[in-house]
């Protein structure tokens, strides 16, 4: 927050948020309300496999008072065009809270097509996509089809300058947990018409970023964290802590990230007044 970030997103799908109970969520939740008191949005991811445990969730994180959902197609199992949308209606239809569909074809082999977000106009509630696609292009295509219906969030770090930068509203950051000054600073610098600026940091960040689309990605980002003082590497089994020649690996580029940080402070003083919730 003191960055200037304007939500957080907790339980996050590809994080460990498939290792907590029902009970755990909840204490996560509260913590985290009471910890931000209102000055930013908190919002719940829900990735179940069963749409019966998916209005479960988006019940309970209503009696919780989080102030969004992000929503991913049904787990495990590889779900058509139409019974996607159905599952995104019937989630949608239960709640009047806002909804951010997260679209991951790449990591959860579901796709939600512009032709899916056309049948998904009619929920009103869903006002975002956490584009995560892979493909910048998406940006522009979204864009021309819906206009500002629903606002587009880049989910993926190593092209979130790009989708910026192309028209995106905002960004669903994975590093921003290590070193959330350098990504806001590119946030608003690139709002600010400030490109140059934002490309010197960008490109800084860069390998950085690249610890975000590792299957390692929660190891990854609990060690830069760690170095950066505001984590720690516990993780949860199955995963481990990293060990050997592949955490001094990814020490290394973090602890070179770090050193190379002072340069850059000059562009860090950065702040845009819009926040990507509406």
Not at 8 to 18: D, F, N, T, W, Y
Not at 20 to 27: C, H, M, S
Not at 74 to 89: A, G, L, N
Not at 242 to 260: F, S
Request: net charge neutral; glycine share 6%.
């Amino acid at each position: 927050m003191n960055a200037g970030v304007h939500g957080v997103i907790i339980g996050g799908s590809l994080g460990e948020a498939s290792t907590l109970t029902t009970n755990e969520k909840e204490e996560l939740v509260k913590f985290a309300l009471k910890k931000i008191d209102g000055k930013i949005p908190v919002v719940l991811n829900i990735a179940e496999s069963s749409t019966k445990d998916a209005l479960q969730q988006a019940s309970l994180a209503k009696t919780w008072n989080v102030q969004g959902l992000m929503l991913l197609p049904p787990m495990r199992y590889k779900s058509d065009d139409r019974e996607t949308v159905e599952y995104f209606k019937t989630i949608a239809n239960s709640t009047d809270l806002p909804i951010i569909v997260y679209n991951n074809p790449v990591d959860y082999k579901i796709e939600v097509t512009p032709d899916m977000f056309e049948e998904l106009l009619v929920c009103k509630n869903i006002i975002a996509i956490k584009e995560s696609t892979r493909d910048v292009s998406n940006v522009t295509r979204l864009r021309n089809r819906f206009g500002d219906r629903y606002k587009i969030l880049c989910g993926v770090d190593t092209i979130a300058m790009e989708e910026l930068l192309l028209g995106a509203d905002g960004w669903v950051a994975g590093l921003v947990n290590a070193f959330p000054n350098e990504t806001v600073a590119i946030y608003n610098l690139i709002r600010s018409g400030k490109i140059e600026e934002a490309t010197k940091i960008y490109r800084w960040f860069m390998p950085l970023l690249e610890l975000d689309i590792h299957p390692k990605l929660v190891q990854y980002i609990k060690l830069a964290a760690t170095q950066t003082g505001l984590g720690t590497e516990n993780v949860r089994a199955p995963r481990l802590a990293l060990a050997g020649h592949e955490r001094e690996k990814v020490l290394k580029v973090i602890n070179d990230g770090i050193a190379a940080r002072s340069s850059l402070s000059i562009y860090l003083d950065v702040r845009e007044k819009t926040t990507m919730y509406a």
